[in-house]
């Protein structure tokens, strides 16, 4: 890898540390879809008005990833002209993925491919008849060497024939337009050493070496209540049963710290997380919510606002906390941008992310703005589209220590990772603040947390 993008310095007597090179990444792109099929070869898919009607779609398969769907447009013209640069698909490779899919397997004689199988029609039913869809071809593309090369390149960008006329021998079939292209996408990786309301040590990882490079400093306000979560916090609980009384979690909040001891950037509650009338849980009508701040650089002891996170729970057969992420912009009406709306899994936990390209094909009835429309979060992310931060955490109950995942060019100094702790801190206590309110506590567990 290249040489990290932060160097060891003193700037008006501060003293900034030195982040480790980000580890090596890989963003394989599929875009460009465009699908066309001549006449003869739509018959023999389907009758020609379903197959017009119908939507297109493609499994996109990598081996040792999950399947990805998207929609593929159908075009009449031969003279159409693909957008060269929509994203359909996206996966992320570091070096395992790599060596993985460059080695053989058990049951295979050779590398792992690339596979786009586009199908017409969809499954499912319809007024309780049973629908299938139809495979019209396959694109495959080998795994190559030049994938660990760490370099740009386009692995293909053009049509190309996936089916046969099945009614005229000799004749094309469906062809299929698509642009592959790897680009090396380096992370910078971070963890919390221990739960976020015990304060403790971010370190950034590189292979097996640790480096300390932030303190995480949680706190909370003494309010008159008891705070509904001081069983899990304390030790003076007695090992009996207890039932959460109905209270407000409010008062909390994190700040980050820089090896010198300065405050780089902070969390807290701005809304309480209270339960929503008629049940004892936090609810879409009602959530509670942090400001993401960082130091006013124009006056000292401040803070400017830089995002809102909002959290509540979803009931269902398995529990979910959503996390919506707004990025505060005065050069945006309302001043308000959003960036991310992640349902995370309330027993098992899972990762909060931005990245544009997941996000619109996940919201594409309302798809998530580019961030270089947000004059603040333009200057973290001078590249349109793609990842750039995730954030896994664990569920209620467990002991959560965030692993989070930063793209290198949206971080030009220490400062820029900071703020992505603190938004990572607010997401794993957001899990806590959003627990039903009156359930019973098993002996020992208020130590687990």
């Not at 040792?64 to 060269?84: M, N, Y």
């Not at 976020?196 to 590189?206: A, E, H």
Request: hydrophobic share 35%.
């Amino acid at each position: 890898m290249g040489s990290s993008a932060i160097e060891e310095n003193t700037y008006n007597g501060k003293r900034f540390v030195t982040i480790m090179d980000p580890q090596a990444f890989i963003r394989l792109s599929i875009g460009s879809l465009r699908l066309r099929i001549p006449g003869a070869a739509l018959n023999s898919v389907s009758s020609g008005i379903q197959a017009l009607s119908s939507p297109c779609s493609c499994e996109i398969r990598l081996r040792g990833f999950p399947v990805q769907t998207t929609s593929v447009p159908l075009v009449t013209s031969s003279q159409a002209t693909p957008d060269s640069h929509s994203i359909a698909s996206s996966f992320y490779l570091e070096e395992s993925d790599l060596k993985a899919l460059l080695a053989p397997g058990c049951f295979y004689s050779t590398h792992a491919c690339l596979e786009v199988v586009v199908f017409t029609g969809r499954k499912g039913s319809h007024c309780g008849v049973g629908t299938k869809r139809h495979q019209i071809g396959t694109f495959k593309l080998e795994v190559g060497p030049e994938w660990g090369e760490g370099k740009p390149v386009i692995l293909f960008n053009g049509w190309i024939g996936i089916g046969k006329n099945k009614q005229e021998s000799g004749k094309p079939g469906a062809e299929l337009h698509l642009r592959v292209k790897l680009d090396p996408d380096p992370r910078y990786i971070f963890q919390f050493e221990e739960v976020t309301r015990l304060s403790p040590q971010i370190v950034q990882l590189q292979g097996s070496i640790k480096q300390p490079i932030f303190s995480c400093k949680f706190s909370r306000d003494r309010v008159p209540q008891v705070d509904p979560l001081s069983a899990y916090w304390s030790g003076s609980a007695d090992g009996s049963e207890l039932e959460m009384e109905r209270r407000e979690r409010k008062g909390w909040k994190v700040k980050i710290h820089d090896l010198s001891g300065s405050a780089v950037a902070a969390a807290f509650i701005t809304t309480p997380f209270v339960p929503s009338t008629g049940c004892d849980w936090v609810a879409r009508s009602n959530p509670g919510a942090w400001l993401i701040v960082r130091p006013d650089v124009c006056r000292a002891e401040s803070w400017q606002p830089w995002g809102k996170l909002e959290a509540w729970r979803e009931r269902g057969i398995r529990d979910s906390v959503c996390c919506r992420f707004r990025l505060l912009s005065e050069g945006q009406e309302g001043g308000e941008l959003l960036m991310s709306e992640i349902f995370i899994n309330a027993e098992k936990g899972g990762e909060f992310f931005i990245d544009s390209d997941r996000q619109m094909r996940a919201a594409a009835a309302s798809p998530i703005p580019s961030p270089q429309s947000s004059g603040d979060f333009a200057a973290l992310c001078p590249v349109v589209g793609g990842f750039v931060m995730s954030c896994r955490v664990q569920g209620e109950g467990k002991s959560s220590k965030p692993l989070v995942q930063l793209a290198m060019r949206h971080i030009t100094c220490v400062e820029d990772a900071a703020i992505f702790m603190a938004l990572a801190a607010a997401v794993d206590l957001s899990i806590e603040a959003c627990r039903p309110f009156r359930r019973k506590i098993k002996r020992g567990s208020r130590h687990s947390v």
